[in-house]
């Protein structure tokens, strides 16, 4: 690489795919310095993904912009599918989740994409679009990308760290020398975007089967259908091959119980699902995230929703580092815990495709029997919907701290929202106390020991914020009763439903440091301020 390196930004974001936009959205909205470039002029006009999964909306939530996801979109509250060209169908129920979004919002990934371009916009940072990141240095505390426009001319940006967003063909993971292990899955799956004059419930997903294969429909607003099959007598062809509107309606006949007709194609494409992940996401000040480090099949739509995860999970972690609010080392929990949940979410995506897939007959009977009298049961609904939606997905194989007992929620695991009340507002929830940088701690206290423990807890209080500052916001929660927050040194908040109680298992001075993403740091119970200031030492820098 030759040239002068410009100012330093504090991160290069490459890539401004969803991912990319949104991992420069979190970033900007911490006050962090970003630079976000793609090699491509305009924005990708198709709309690959089409569902935002609850986990997904939770973290949009903490980001403020939850309202606008669901004001463009559709809530589908399941998915069913049949197993017999006749019967009734199984339905995975998403309805009885503990999240304020218990269903998939069907939203097309170009509106994800708008609505993550302009909060980045409104932050004052624009994507420098026809810019290609080709090469790569790491030095000691920055690093240096070229990036090289459509005119040839190439500039050299600093950076403290750099997230490479660039998608499944990644320059990033390229240069970095990271394989993308794993293979293709074996079939070819065809694609559409269609108007289908069927009666389908509006609202849901409908997987049909046949011993031909099988095909799944998704109608999203506009009266357009998303068609995903896999036709076993149409796989002697490449994924270059063009798919016809003719041949899409011959499968869908041959495979549907009843007719569909198909018309005004927007979209036509036969595609093969990857199942493909790299070891590592991070190489010292290099980071990966999204499609760059994990690509799996379609089936459960989960490819977009695990990379805007990888997007949260990492900036709030850049941020407070680079703002010496954090040590160093939390940067290792980025690949400690996304890294895992990837390989569980692509194995689980791989067996859901197989299983779709099967072309033995003894085998398809075997699923219709078990899926029946499996899938049906309360346990194992409850199980798919927490696995489909995200819901479930929890870091504790990756915690920094100590476990706690049984009742209360682990360190790792997400905090589920929870409705509180303060003096001077209608209502409050739990997730909107997350939205501002830096932790939130959380004490808990019973009206019945709080005469007598007020002290303590304030000094506690005091002790945290004068070792750890801006970096940790405390806050009091207690069971019922008005105090006073000046005396308190914290917002005092009134957990009237017993809802904050009885989801993270708090008793009386219980203590809690949830993370920005939503997810339990530490958790113990004492008041006395020297624990409390070392139960919050792996997460925070004395300020
Ligand atoms: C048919 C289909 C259906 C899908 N359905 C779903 C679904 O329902 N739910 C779901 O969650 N996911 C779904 N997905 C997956 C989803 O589309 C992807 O996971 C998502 O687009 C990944 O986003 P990304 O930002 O990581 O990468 P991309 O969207 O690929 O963006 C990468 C960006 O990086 C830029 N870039 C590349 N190289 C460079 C470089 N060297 N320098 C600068 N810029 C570069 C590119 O121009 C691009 O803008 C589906 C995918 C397909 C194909």
Redesign the pocket.
């Known amino acids: 690489m030759s040239g002068a390196d410009g100012l330093m930004s504090e991160v290069l974001v490459?890539?401004?795919?969803?991912?990319?936009l949104m991992a420069a959205g979190e970033l900007a909205r911490r006050g962090i310095a970003v630079r976000v470039?793609?090699?491509?002029t305009t924005r990708?006009s198709l709309s690959?993904?089409?569902?935002v999964h609850a986990r997904t909306l939770e973290i949009m939530d903490l980001g403020g912009i939850s309202d606008e996801f669901v004001k463009r979109g559709y809530p589908a509250p399941g998915l069913d599918v049949s197993l017999q060209r006749r019967g009734r169908p199984v339905s995975v129920n998403l309805r009885t989740l503990d999240t304020r979004f218990p269903y998939m919002l069907v939203l097309p990934?170009r509106q994800t994409e708008e609505i993550l371009a302009e909060r980045l916009s409104s932050y004052g940072v624009t994507v420098e679009r026809g810019?290609?990141?080709v090469a790569l240095e790491q030095h000691p505390d920055h690093v240096v990308a070229a990036v090289r426009a459509k005119d040839g001319r190439e500039e050299r940006i600093r950076a403290r760290y750099l997230i490479g967003?660039?998608?499944?063909h990644?320059?990033v993971r390229r240069l970095l020398d990271l394989p993308f292990e794993g293979k293709q899955l074996d079939s070819l799956v065809l694609?559409g975007d269609v108007k289908a004059d069927v009666d389908l419930v509006r609202s849901r997903i409908t997987n049909l089967t046949s011993s031909r294969g099988f095909v799944s429909l998704l109608p999203f607003l506009g009266d357009h259908v998303r068609v995903f099959a896999v036709d076993f007598s149409r796989q002697n062809h490449t994924r270059n091959d063009a798919l016809t509107l003719e041949e899409l309606q011959e499968t869908v006949n041959a495979i549907a119980p009843s007719k569909i007709t198909l018309t005004e194609p927007s979209w036509l494409t036969r595609?093969v699902a990857p199942s493909r992940q790299v070891r590592r996401i991070r190489v010292d000040r290099f980071f990966l995230a999204?499609?760059?480090t994990h690509a799996h099949s379609?089936a459960a739509?989960?490819?977009?929703?695990m990379?805007l995860q990888d997007a949260a999970n990492l900036s709030w972690k850049l941020a407070m580092v680079l703002r010496s609010q954090a040590p160093t080392r939390l940067l290792d929990t980025y690949d400690l815990e996304r890294h895992a949940v990837h390989t569980s979410v692509r194995h689980g995506t791989d067996q859901m495709f197989r299983a779709f897939t099967l072309t033995n007959p003894a085998l398809q009977l075997a699923r219709g029997i078990l899926t029946r009298t499996v899938v049906t049961r309360a346990p194992v609904q409850r199980r798919l919907a927490g696995r489909l939606s995200g819901i479930s997905i929890n870091y504790r194989h990756a915690h920094l701290g100590e476990r706690r007992r049984r009742a209360a929620l682990q360190p790792g695991d997400r905090v589920p929202d929870a409705d509180l009340w303060i003096a001077h507002r209608a209502s409050i929830r739990l997730y909107e106390l997350l939205r501002d940088p830096g932790y939130g701690l959380f004490v808990f206290a019973t009206a019945d020991r709080l005469a007598a423990d007020r002290r303590h807890i304030a000094g506690l209080i005091a002790g945290v914020t004068q070792t750890y500052g801006p970096a940790v916001r405390p806050h009091l929660v207690v069971d019922e009763g008005v105090i006073d927050p000046t005396e308190m040194g914290a917002p005092v908040y009134v957990d009237v439903a017993g809802h904050f109680a009885r989801k993270l298992g708090a008793r009386h001075a219980s203590v809690f440091l949830l993370r920005p993403d939503g997810y339990l740091a530490a958790h113990h119970t004492g008041l006395a301020p020297d624990q409390a200031v070392a139960a919050l030492a792996p997460w925070c820098l004395q300020h």
């Open positions: 490459v890539g401004a795919g969803p991912v990319g470039v793609d090699r491509e990708d690959k993904a089409l569902v990934q810019s290609e990141v967003c660039d998608g499944a990644s320059t694609i595609y999204g499609d760059a379609p739509g989960q490819g977009m929703n990379g």
